[in-house]
């Protein structure tokens, strides 16, 4: 869904605070485990910058209601051309692939990232080397 304000029963249901996992980072967060037994309908991901995030938050209060999901992850973040706020932090994809090999771990999602490395090789080509080197990886180094 594209947007900035969203109503959870249209978007999810008469059930929605029962039935929906937040995939945001809270102090009350669930673990892969504790969220498997729970049997959720819906995954939310909320795709943008930390700020737009945190408006999508403020706009949202009814986000705040549902159960979040704690990622771990690995490894630091593959997108080289932005630079997340947090040392933990992932892209959107990243998040959605390390949920969803936790959450389905008999199954291996990590092949989608093929595309997201694809993306982001096109969008460094795009802008030429050398402004990849002067603007992102000059930052990456500080």
Not at 33 to 58: E, P, S
Request: charged content about 20%; aromatic content about 10%; overall charge negative.
């Amino acid at each position: 869904m594209v947007g900035e304000i969203f109503d959870p029963y249209e978007l999810l249901g008469e059930n929605w605070q029962e039935n929906t996992l937040l995939v945001f980072p809270s102090e009350q967060s669930l673990s892969a485990q504790q969220a498997q037994q729970r049997h959720f309908k819906y995954l939310i991901l909320l795709d943008g910058t930390w700020r737009k995030v945190a408006r999508l938050m403020h706009l949202n209060p009814w986000l705040n209601e549902i159960a979040c999901i704690s990622i771990e992850p690995s490894n630091t973040s593959e997108y080289k051309i932005r630079k997340s706020p947090r040392d933990d932090g992932l892209s959107t994809i990243e998040a959605a692939i390390h949920v969803l090999n936790d959450l389905h771990s008999s199954q291996n999602y990590t092949p989608i990232l093929g595309a997201f490395q694809k993306m982001i090789n096109l969008q460094i080509q795009a802008m030429g080397i050398e402004t990849f080197q002067k603007n992102y990886m000059a930052k990456q180094s500080q």
